[in-house]
C-alpha cells in the first residue's frame, strides 16, 4: 500500500504547511462556531470560507468530495424530512396530505448544509494533516489536562501505535482470510447471519494474533526504557509560527463575523 | 565456570549471575535452576539449546522483564530486578520477531523511541537517530514505514534503536529466526561488526551463527550444561547429540568426513580442505 | 492429480503508478506423485505464483490446469480442495477451541457426515503426529506443534495436491526435520507436493525436480542436479563444496541429497 493511510493527501500547500494545533484548534473553533450562525449570511461567509480552504488546500475537488460521501444520506435525509414535514412559513405546494412550506425548505437546505460543512472541516483537517502530526498536536494540547489526571499522553501513544500497526493488521486479516478461504471458507454465501459467523474464523485469530503483539510490543517498549509519559522528550518538533496565528486569528474573526451576521 | 564465588563485578560492560533460578507463573517445572555465568566486557557468547532450555528466560532476567525467584544477578553493575531501567539504559535487547519490536509509524521515530523515554535533549537526539540508523545500513530509509520493509530491514531498524542509546551490552533473542537468508546475512553483518565493542550474549538456533564467538553455552532443561569454544562445540557429536542441536550442512559435512574445524566457513574452504586430504592421502601411498 | 500453470502473468495494480508485474509468464506443472521444489529470493513472485495455483488470484492471462481442465471452469471450492495451500506461518489462521475442531473446519465445508469427518481429522492428526494434541487449545501449543495442526487442517480436505509455503520458517532444526520427515511421507500417500521456500538445503534434501523462480520468470526447471549445479548461486552450500571440488575432478558426479554428498565425498577422500 504506497497510499498514506487513512485521509491524508501529500502534497504541498498553505494549508499542509500549517501547525497541526493550529489547524485542530481551527477546526474545533469552526465545529463550534457553526453552532453560533443562524442566519443566512452568516452561513454564506462559513460555506464560502470552507471552499476557499478547499481550493488552498490543493486537494482535487474530487478527490474532497469523496471524502464527503459517507454523510450524502444523511444530508439528503434531512433535507428531505423538513422539506416534507415541517409547517414553517407560507406553503408552497400541496398534494394531498402532504404540504412544502417555505419555511421547511430554508431550514432543510440551513441543516443540510451545516452538516456538509462541518464534516468538510473534519475533512479538512485529516486531508491536510499527516496523521502522526494530527496524534503529536493533540498530545500537545490535550497535556494541561493533564494537570486534571486526563492520561494525555497515553492517548498519544495509542493513537501512534494504531497508526504504527493499521497497516500491518489490514495485510494480517488479508493473509487470514486466504488461508481460511483456501480451506474453503466462503464469505460471500448465505444471508446475513451465515456471513457474520463466517468472519469469526478471521476475528479470532486477528484478535488472539493482536494480543500477542501487544505483549512482544510491551516488552519491546520496556526493554528500551519506556515508563510512561514522565520525563519524556519529544523528537518531532511542533513549532507555532506566525502563520500559524494569523491563520487562527482570520478563522476566529470570520466566525465571529459569521456569527453576529 | 564456577558457581560458587559471586565476583561483584561493577565493570558496566559485564554480565554475572549466582544460583539463578525462575518458574514461570503456574509451571510444573523451573524454566532456570541454579543457573550461574560471567561474562566479561566485550566478550561474545553465544547461547544454545532446545527449545524450552530456559535461553530466552535467562535474556529476560538479565534485564529485569522477568524477576527471579532466587539468585543474585548484576549487569552492568546493577541488579535489574531492584534497578531495570537503570540497566535498561545499558543493555539493549533484540526480539525475534521483526514485526512486534517497532512502535512508531516511521523509522526515525521509532530508532528515536529510546532517546525519547530518556529524556534526551532533541538536537542530540537528532544527530544520535541519524548515527544509528547509518550504522545499520539504512541511511535514507529515515521516512520508511515500518511496514513496507523486509524482515531483514525491520530487525536492522530495531537493532539502530537499540544502538542509538549506546549500550555497553546487546542481548539478541534469536534475531535472526524469522527471517529468510537474505535478511539473516544483513543482520548479522550488522551484528558482527560490533564485536569487542560491546558485550553480546547471543542466543540462536543456527550454530553456523556462532562460529566467531568466544565461547558458547549449552541450555538444556534451565540448566548450563556446557560452556566451550565454538570450535570444541561442533566436533562434539555427543554434546550436539544430547541437547538436540543440529550443525548447518557444511559443518556436517566437514565432520563426516573428518575436517570439523570452525574455520571451514564456505564450500570453498571445504573443498580446499578436502583437497589437500586427498593430497596428502596420495602422498603417503 | 497434475496441477500445470501456463504462461502465468500477473500484474499487480495495473493502469495505476503503482503497477507491477510480478509474474511475467510463468508455466510449470506439478506430477502426480512428486515433489516439485520452487526456490527463489525476495521479489521473484513466489508468493504471487502460490496464490494461483488454487486461483486466489487470478492471473492477468495464462491458465491453470487441473488433470488437463482449465480451473477456471471448476467451482471454487473444488479447486481448493483438490489443490490444498498452506501459506507461511499458517498458525496465523488457528481459531476454533480445540486442535480437533480446527482440523475438522475444512473437511466440515465439504458436506460429508460427522463419522468421515472424524476419520479425516484423525488421519491428518496421525500423519503431522499430533494426535495426542487434538482435546488442546491451538493457541495452548508450541510453535511447532501449531504449525503441524495448521498443516493437518489442510490435509484434512484431502488434497491431491499440496502446495506448501516457506513450512519451516521460523521453526528450530528438530522441528525443521520433523517437516521433511512430513513431506517424505505425504509422497508416500500419493500426493504431489509443490514446495516453495528460499532455503534451498531443504527443497534440495525432498525435490524430485526443481523450478528455479527470479524475478517474475523461470530461470531453470529440471531435476536438481541438472538445476542446482547449472544455478550454483542458488544452490545449497554442499553442492557448491562439490561443484568446487568437481572442476578438477569430473568423476565425483553430482550428488544432491546430503548422505550422497557424503558417501561421494568419503570415498573421493577414502581413496
Same mark, same amino acid.
Given at each position: 500500500?504506497?497510499?498514506?493511510?487513512?485521509?491524508?493527501?501529500?502534497?504541498?500547500?498553505?494549508?499542509?504547511?500549517?501547525?497541526?494545533?493550529?489547524?485542530?484548534?481551527?477546526?474545533?473553533?469552526?465545529?463550534?462556531?457553526?453552532?453560533?450562525?443562524?442566519?443566512?449570511?452568516?452561513?454564506?461567509?462559513?460555506?464560502?470560507?470552507?471552499?476557499?480552504?478547499?481550493?488552498?488546500?490543493?486537494?482535487?475537488?474530487?478527490?474532497?468530495?469523496?471524502?464527503?460521501?459517507?454523510?450524502?444520506?444523511?444530508?439528503?435525509?434531512?433535507?428531505?424530512?423538513?422539506?416534507?414535514?415541517?409547517?414553517?412559513?407560507?406553503?408552497?405546494?400541496?398534494?394531498?396530505?402532504?404540504?412544502?412550506?417555505?419555511?421547511?425548505?430554508?431550514?432543510?437546505?440551513?441543516?443540510?448544509?451545516?452538516?456538509?460543512?462541518?464534516?468538510?472541516?473534519?475533512?479538512?483537517?485529516?486531508?491536510?494533516?499527516?496523521?502522526?502530526?494530527?496524534?503529536?498536536?493533540?498530545?500537545?494540547?490535550?497535556?494541561?489536562?493533564?494537570?486534571?489526571?486526563?492520561?494525555?499522553?497515553?492517548?498519544?501513544?495509542?493513537?501512534?501505535?494504531?497508526?504504527?500497526?493499521?497497516?500491518?493488521?489490514?495485510?494480517?486479516?488479508?493473509?487470514?482470510?486466504?488461508?481460511?478461504?483456501?480451506?474453503?471458507?466462503?464469505?460471500?454465501?448465505?444471508?446475513?447471519?451465515?456471513?457474520?459467523?463466517?468472519?469469526?474464523?478471521?476475528?479470532?485469530?486477528?484478535?488472539?494474533?493482536?494480543?500477542?503483539?501487544?505483549?512482544?510490543?510491551?516488552?519491546?517498549?520496556?526493554?528500551?526504557?519506556?515508563?510512561?509519559?514522565?520525563?519524556?522528550?519529544?523528537?518531532?518538533?511542533?513549532?507555532?509560527?506566525?502563520?500559524?496565528?494569523?491563520?487562527?486569528?482570520?478563522?476566529?474573526?470570520?466566525?465571529?463575523?459569521?456569527?453576529?451576521? | 565456570?564456577?558457581?560458587?564465588?559471586?565476583?561483584?563485578?561493577?565493570?558496566?560492560?559485564?554480565?554475572?549471575?549466582?544460583?539463578?533460578?525462575?518458574?514461570?507463573?503456574?509451571?510444573?517445572?523451573?524454566?532456570?535452576?541454579?543457573?550461574?555465568?560471567?561474562?566479561?566486557? +566485550?566478550?561474545?557468547?553465544?547461547?544454545?539449546?532446545?527449545?524450552?532450555?530456559?535461553?530466552?528466560?535467562?535474556?529476560?532476567?538479565?534485564?529485569?522483564?522477568?524477576?527471579?525467584?532466587?539468585?543474585?544477578?548484576?549487569?552492568?553493575?546493577?541488579?535489574?530486578?531492584?534497578?531495570?531501567?537503570?540497566?535498561?539504559?545499558?543493555?539493549?535487547?533484540?526480539?525475534?520477531?521483526?514485526?512486534?519490536?517497532?512502535?512508531?509509524?516511521?523509522?526515525?521515530?521509532?530508532?528515536?523511541? +529510546?532517546?525519547?523515554?530518556?529524556?534526551?535533549?532533541?538536537?542530540?537526539?537528532?544527530?544520535?537517530?541519524?548515527?544509528?540508523?547509518?550504522?545499520?545500513?539504512?541511511?535514507?530509509?529515515?521516512?520508511?514505514?515500518?511496514?513496507?520493509?523486509?524482515?531483514?530491514?525491520?530487525?536492522?531498524?530495531?537493532?539502530?534503536?537499540?544502538?542509538?542509546?549506546?549500550?555497553?551490552?546487546?542481548?539478541?533473542?534469536?534475531?535472526?529466526?524469522?527471517?529468510?537468508?537474505?535478511?539473516?546475512?544483513?543482520?548479522?553483518?550488522?551484528?558482527?561488526?560490533?564485536?569487542?565493542?560491546?558485550?553480546?550474549?547471543?542466543?540462536?538456533?543456527?550454530?553456523?551463527?556462532?562460529?566467531?564467538?568466544?565461547?558458547?553455552?549449552?541450555?538444556?532443561?534451565?540448566?548450563?550444561?556446557?560452556?566451550?569454544?565454538? +570450535?570444541?562445540?561442533?566436533?562434539?557429536?555427543?554434546?550436539?547429540?544430547?541437547?538436540?542441536?543440529?550443525?548447518?550442512?557444511?559443518?556436517?559435512?566437514?565432520? +563426516?568426513?573428518?575436517?570439523?574445524?570452525?574455520?571451514?566457513?564456505?564450500?570453498?574452504?571445504?573443498?580446499?580442505?578436502?583437497?589437500?586430504?586427498?593430497?596428502?592421502?596420495?602422498?603417503?601411498? | 492429480?497434475?496441477?500445470?500453470?501456463?504462461?502465468?502473468?500477473?500484474?499487480?495494480?495495473?493502469?495505476?503508478?503503482?503497477?507491477?508485474?510480478?509474474?511475467?509468464?510463468?508455466?510449470?506443472?506439478?506430477?502426480?506423485?512428486?515433489?516439485?521444489?520452487?526456490?527463489?529470493?525476495?521479489?521473484?513472485?513466489?508468493?504471487?505464483?502460490?496464490?494461483?495455483?488454487?486461483?486466489?488470484?487470478?492471473?492477468?492471462?495464462?491458465?491453470?490446469?487441473?488433470?488437463?481442465?482449465?480451473?477456471?471452469?471448476?467451482?471454487?471450492?473444488?479447486?481448493?480442495?483438490?489443490?490444498?495451500?498452506?501459506?507461511?506461518?499458517?498458525?496465523?489462521?488457528?481459531?476454533?477451541?480445540?486442535?480437533?475442531?480446527?482440523?475438522? #473446519?475444512?473437511?466440515?465445508?465439504?458436506?460429508?457426515?460427522?463419522?468421515?469427518?472424524?476419520?479425516?481429522?484423525?488421519?491428518?492428526?496421525?500423519?503431522?503426529?499430533?494426535?495426542?494434541?487434538?482435546?488442546?487449545?491451538? #493457541?495452548?501449543?508450541?510453535?511447532?506443534?501449531?504449525?503441524?495442526?495448521?498443516?493437518?487442517?489442510?490435509?484434512?480436505?484431502?488434497?491431491?495436491?499440496?502446495?506448501?509455503?516457506?513450512?519451516?520458517?521460523?521453526?528450530?532444526?528438530?522441528?525443521?526435520?520433523?517437516?521433511?520427515?512430513?513431506?517424505?511421507?505425504?509422497?508416500?500417500?500419493?500426493?504431489?507436493?509443490?514446495?516453495?521456500?528460499?532455503?534451498?538445503?531443504?527443497?534440495?534434501?525432498?525435490?524430485?525436480?526443481?523450478?528455479?523462480?527470479?524475478?517474475?520468470?523461470?530461470?531453470?526447471?529440471?531435476?536438481?542436479?541438472?538445476?542446482?549445479?547449472?544455478?550454483?548461486? #542458488?544452490?545449497?552450500?554442499?553442492?557448491?563444496?562439490?561443484?568446487?571440488?568437481?572442476?578438477?575432478?569430473?568423476?565425483?558426479?553430482?550428488?544432491?541429497?546430503?548422505?550422497?554428498?557424503?558417501?561421494?565425498?568419503?570415498?573421493?577422500?577414502?581413496?
Amino acid at each position: 500500500m504506497n497510499r498514506s493511510l487513512g485521509q491524508f493527501y501529500p502534497v504541498v500547500s498553505p494549508l499542509h504547511a500549517l501547525d497541526p494545533r493550529a489547524k485542530i484548534l481551527a477546526t474545533a473553533a469552526l465545529v463550534f462556531g457553526l453552532f453560533l450562525v443562524d442566519s443566512a449570511a452568516g452561513l454564506a461567509l462559513v460555506t464560502g470560507t470552507v471552499v476557499a480552504l478547499v481550493v488552498a488546500s490543493r486537494v482535487p475537488p474530487v478527490t474532497f468530495l469523496q471524502l464527503l460521501r459517507p454523510v450524502a444520506f444523511i444530508v439528503a435525509l434531512t433535507v428531505l424530512f423538513q422539506v416534507l414535514f415541517s409547517r414553517e412559513g407560507e406553503m408552497l405546494f400541496a398534494w394531498g396530505i402532504l404540504e412544502i412550506h417555505d419555511g421547511g425548505v430554508r431550514l432543510g437546505l440551513f441543516l443540510g448544509l451545516r452538516i456538509l460543512l462541518l464534516v468538510s472541516a473534519a475533512a479538512l483537517l485529516t486531508a491536510t494533516t499527516a496523521p502522526l502530526a494530527l496524534a503529536d498536536g493533540l498530545e500537545d494540547l490535550l497535556s494541561p489536562l493533564k494537570k486534571l489526571r486526563f492520561p494525555a499522553h497515553e492517548v498519544a501513544m495509542m493513537m501512534t501505535i494504531a497508526l504504527r500497526f493499521i497497516p500491518t493488521l489490514s495485510e494480517e486479516t488479508q493473509k487470514i482470510t486466504k488461508a481460511q478461504a483456501a480451506r474453503g471458507a466462503d464469505f460471500a454465501e448465505g444471508g446475513p447471519l451465515a456471513r457474520v459467523r463466517a468472519t469469526v474464523p478471521i476475528l479470532i485469530p486477528l484478535t488472539v494474533g493482536a494480543f500477542r503483539r501487544a505483549d512482544d510490543l510491551a516488552e519491546a517498549m520496556e526493554s528500551r526504557g519506556y515508563q510512561g509519559g514522565e520525563g519524556r522528550t519529544r523528537y518531532r518538533e511542533l513549532r507555532f509560527r506566525p502563520r500559524d496565528a494569523i491563520a487562527l486569528t482570520v478563522t476566529a474573526l470570520i466566525l465571529a463575523g459569521a456569527a453576529l451576521l | 565456570m564456577s558457581g560458587s564465588v559471586l565476583r561483584i563485578l561493577a565493570d558496566p560492560g559485564s554480565i554475572s549471575c549466582e544460583s539463578l533460578t525462575y518458574t514461570y507463573p503456574g509451571a510444573a517445572e523451573p524454566a532456570l535452576s541454579g543457573v550461574a555465568l560471567e561474562v566479561m566486557a +566485550g566478550e561474545y557468547v553465544g547461547v544454545v539449546g532446545p527449545n524450552g532450555g530456559g535461553k530466552s528466560t535467562l535474556l529476560r532476567l538479565l534485564n529485569g522483564l522477568l524477576s527471579a525467584d532466587s539468585g543474585k544477578i548484576r549487569v552492568a553493575g546493577r541488579d535489574p530486578d531492584t534497578e531495570p531501567f537503570e540497566v535498561r539504559r545499558r543493555v539493549g535487547m533484540l526480539f525475534q520477531n521483526p514485526e512486534n519490536g517497532l512502535v512508531a509509524p516511521f523509522v526515525e521515530d521509532d530508532v528515536a523511541f +529510546g532517546l525519547e523515554n530518556l529524556g534526551v535533549l532533541r538536537e542530540e537526539m537528532r544527530a544520535r537517530v541519524r548515527e544509528a540508523i547509518r550504522a545499520v545500513g539504512l541511511a535514507g530509509y529515515e521516512q520508511r514505514e515500518p511496514h513496507t520493509l523486509s524482515g531483514g530491514e525491520k530487525q536492522r531498524v530495531a537493532l539502530a534503536g537499540l544502538l542509538a542509546l549506546e549500550p555497553e551490552i546487546l542481548l539478541l533473542d534469536e534475531p535472526t529466526s524469522m527471517l529468510d537468508a537474505a535478511g539473516r546475512r544483513e543482520v548479522l553483518d550488522r551484528t558482527r561488526r560490533l564485536r569487542g565493542e560491546k558485550t553480546i550474549l547471543h542466543v540462536t538456533h543456527h550454530l553456523g551463527e556462532l562460529l566467531d564467538a568466544d565461547r558458547v553455552l549449552v541450555m538444556n532443561g534451565g540448566r548450563i550444561v556446557a560452556d566451550v569454544a565454538p +570450535g570444541r562445540l561442533i566436533s562434539d557429536a555427543d554434546l550436539l547429540a544430547e541437547n538436540r542441536l543440529v550443525l548447518p550442512p557444511l559443518a556436517r559435512l566437514a565432520a +563426516g568426513l573428518g575436517l570439523g574445524s570452525s574455520k571451514l566457513r564456505t564450500p570453498e574452504d571445504l573443498a580446499r580442505a578436502i583437497g589437500e586430504k586427498i593430497r596428502r592421502r596420495a602422498g603417503t601411498r | 492429480m497434475r496441477l500445470e500453470l501456463r504462461d502465468i502473468r500477473h500484474v499487480y495494480s495495473p493502469g495505476t503508478p503503482f503497477e507491477l508485474e510480478a509474474l511475467r509468464g510463468v508455466s510449470l506443472a506439478a506430477e502426480p506423485g512428486e515433489v516439485l521444489g520452487i526456490v527463489g529470493g525476495t521479489g521473484s513472485g513466489k508468493s504471487t505464483l502460490i496464490q494461483h495455483m488454487n486461483l486466489l488470484l487470478e492471473p492477468a492471462s495464462g491458465n491453470v490446469l487441473v488433470d488437463g481442465v482449465d480451473a477456471a471452469t471448476l467451482k471454487k471450492s473444488e479447486l481448493r480442495r483438490k489443490v490444498g495451500l498452506v501459506f507461511q506461518f499458517p498458525e496465523a489462521a488457528l481459531f476454533a477451541p480445540t486442535v480437533a475442531e480446527d482440523v475438522a #473446519f475444512a473437511p466440515r465445508r465439504l458436506s460429508l457426515d460427522e463419522d468421515e469427518i472424524e476419520d479425516r481429522v484423525r488421519d491428518s492428526l496421525s500423519l503431522v503426529r499430533a494426535e495426542h494434541l487434538r482435546e488442546r487449545s491451538p #493457541f495452548a501449543l508450541s510453535g511447532g506443534e501449531q504449525r503441524r495442526v495448521a498443516i493437518a487442517g489442510v490435509l484434512a480436505m484431502g488434497p491431491e495436491v499440496l502446495v506448501l509455503d516457506e513450512p519451516a520458517s521460523g521453526l528450530d532444526p528438530a522441528a525443521r526435520e520433523d517437516l521433511l520427515r512430513l513431506i517424505r511421507t505425504l509422497k508416500q500417500t500419493g500426493a504431489s507436493v509443490v514446495l516453495v521456500s528460499h532455503d534451498t538445503d531443504e527443497v534440495a534434501e525432498v525435490a524430485d525436480r526443481i523450478c528455479v523462480l527470479e524475478r517474475g520468470e523461470v530461470r531453470a526447471i529440471g531435476t536438481p542436479s541438472k538445476v542446482l549445479y547449472e544455478n550454483l548461486e #542458488f544452490a545449497p552450500a554442499t553442492v557448491q563444496t562439490v561443484a568446487a571440488l568437481g572442476e578438477s575432478d569430473q568423476s565425483i558426479g553430482r550428488p544432491v541429497r546430503f548422505e550422497e554428498t557424503l558417501r561421494t565425498l568419503r570415498s573421493l577422500v577414502e581413496g
